[in-house]
Every structure is written in C-alpha cells, then in structure tokens.
C-alpha cells in the first residue's frame, strides 16, 4: 500500500492489507456525491478506494491509533477525504463538528490492524517478545496493567467471555501465582506461561495463548462494549437509503452486529396468535447481504488474516423514531 511511513512500521511490510475489499465497496453502494463515514480507517486502504469513487461527495475517515492517523493521512492526500483521530465512538461528535447531520454510508472495520499486530512494539502478539501493551489509542492501562492487577477471578472471566478460552482458570491462577514472583510484563512471558499452563494436546491446535491474547485486547480497549454503543451511534446517523457496513473478525462481535441488525429489519412483534397487528411495528432497515460475506479463497491465500473476517450490511429505510 502507499502512503507515508510511520514510526515504528517494520520495513517492506504493508501498514494495513485491507480485508473484503471489493465486497465492502460493492457493498457501500457509494454515490459520487455522497458523503461517508470510515469509523476505522486504519492504513487507510478501505478509505482510500472510497473516497477515489467521490466527486462531488466527501470522506471522513476516523481512527484512534496516532500511528493510523498518519499513515491515512498520506494515503488520502489529494483526494475528498479528511483524517480525524477519535474513536469511533465519538462518529457524532466528529460529523457535528464539522457540521454533518447524516451520511450517505458508514464503514466499520472492527479488528486489530496488520501494523499493530506486526509492530511489536506494540505489545498485540505473541510471536515477537514485547511490552504487553495492547493499547490501539496508545493511551490508558495497557495489557501488563491488567494482568499484574486484576485478581484470579476477573482474569479467568476475560479469557472466558472475550476469549472463549477453554482453560481460563488454570491459566489465571498461573498468572496470579507467577506476578507473586517478578510482575509479568512482556508478551513473551505471559505468551510461555500460557503455554505451560495448558496441556500439551492443546498447543496442537494452534498457538495457545491466541484466545487470551485476543480477550486482553478486548478487555483493554473496551471493543465490545463500544461496539454496542456505536452500532446505534451509527445508524442513527445514516441517512434514509443510507448503508452501514461492518466487518468482524469474532464471533462475539459478529453475533451482535447479527442481533442489531436483525433487531432493525424486523417488522410486527406481536404474538403469533393475534389475528391482526395491534403493535404497528415495521423494519427500520433491509439486509443487504443475505448472509455474511466472507473471504474468498484468492484471499485467504493472498492474506491468511481474513480467515475469519465476515462482512455484513443493512439498509435504513426510515428512522426508528418515525
């Protein structure tokens, strides 16, 4: 990809591969003068294809990673784009700063980038040995933070619900145990006492510690949680024909968005045994996508990452308060 490069970007590595590329633009539906929103711009690869579709229309692109921030920046350079950095939690508060009511279509891209997880400064992955940070602002606790403070308890309860870990007790009364010892603050520390803590058969199937590592950056950013809180940020901000367009990248992730979504397109609630419909309810959107669009198998080869990305997309009909 172009674009500038960053600090701490590693040499002859793509900032960011975009994953279902062509789905997702295909998907948006994009009007040349539209405006739209990319709530995770990331390396500015999605924003970019975007905004060299926009003549008239304009591109916001938002994220809250300083390293993105930049790399978007000179990514987007000469096109109808802006960079803002905020969490996409803040989408309102960016458009109405600029002086944006609604938009034309909505991206979310929800998952780690390439550069982050590459960067081992960055303290995402278990393959290189680093801080445990995990933070995607750069700012707030970091991994080690939670790690060294949060008791037996509240460990096992993150590697299980974020992380769908089968062994999360053993796993925290290691951790708990060992910090007794010396503080646990690198990746490659916390990823051997994972690996030691699970029997062997397990580390068969796949890199042991994947799902806790994946659970403490759930944790330490907040994703779920802002995920749900986002979701009706952004299809409130759509305009009636608007698309919004999410990609996940896991099943807890992905279940929600399938819930809301489901939740919007639905039309009467009432009892199946009433006659008529007494509750005047009618779908608020339509689903684009039939069902989830994952991968091809050019990409999947092309970019092991995406394995287990899934894209899915509404579109608003009217507002839920109309």
Not at 111 to 125: I, N, Y
Not at 176 to 182: A, D, P
Request: charged share 25%; aromatic share 6%.
């Amino acid at each position: 990809m172009g674009g500038q490069t960053c600090s701490g970007r590693h040499k002859g590595l793509p900032y960011h591969i975009p994953v279902l590329l062509d789905e997702t633009i295909q998907t948006l539906n994009i009007h040349e003068d539209g405006i739209y929103l990319d709530a995770t711009a990331g390396g500015g690869g999605h924003s970019f294809e975007i905004a060299s579709r926009l003549k008239a229309g304009r591109l916001i692109a938002i994220d809250q990673d300083p390293d993105a921030v930049k790399e978007a920046s000179g990514r987007l350079e000469g096109l109808p784009a802006r960079v803002i950095r905020a969490n996409f939690v803040e989408m309102k508060r960016v458009l109405d700063d600029l002086g944006i009511k609604s938009v034309d279509g909505i991206l979310m891209d929800i998952g780690v980038s390439s550069h982050q997880l590459d960067a081992p400064e960055r303290g995402f992955s278990y393959h290189a040995d680093a801080h445990l940070d995990m933070r995607m602002s750069q700012t707030g606790n970091t991994a080690a933070h939670l790690v060294n403070t949060l008791d037996e308890k509240q460990l096992a309860e993150i590697f299980y619900r974020y992380g769908e870990e089968k062994y999360a007790r053993p796993i925290a009364r290691s951790i708990v145990r060992e910090r007794e010892v010396q503080a646990i603050t690198t990746t490659g520390r916390l990823a051997e006492l994972i690996k030691n803590s699970v029997p062997a058969s397990y580390r068969r199937n796949g890199h042991p510690a994947r799902k806790v590592f994946q659970a403490l950056r759930i944790a330490v950013n907040g994703e779920l949680d802002c995920l749900s809180e986002v979701l009706d940020t952004a299809f409130s901000l759509l305009k009636v024909n608007g698309r919004l367009a999410v990609i996940t990248f896991h099943s807890l992730e992905d279940r929600m968005v399938k819930q809301r979504f489901v939740k919007w397109c639905k039309g009467c609630i009432c009892p199946p045994e009433f006659p008529v419909c007494v509750c005047g309810r009618t779908p608020a959107a339509r689903q684009v996508l039939r069902k989830p669009v994952e991968a091809s198998k050019e990409e999947l080869e092309n970019n092991p990452r995406s394995r287990s990305a899934k894209l899915r997309c509404i579109e608003k009909i009217h507002n839920l308060n109309d």
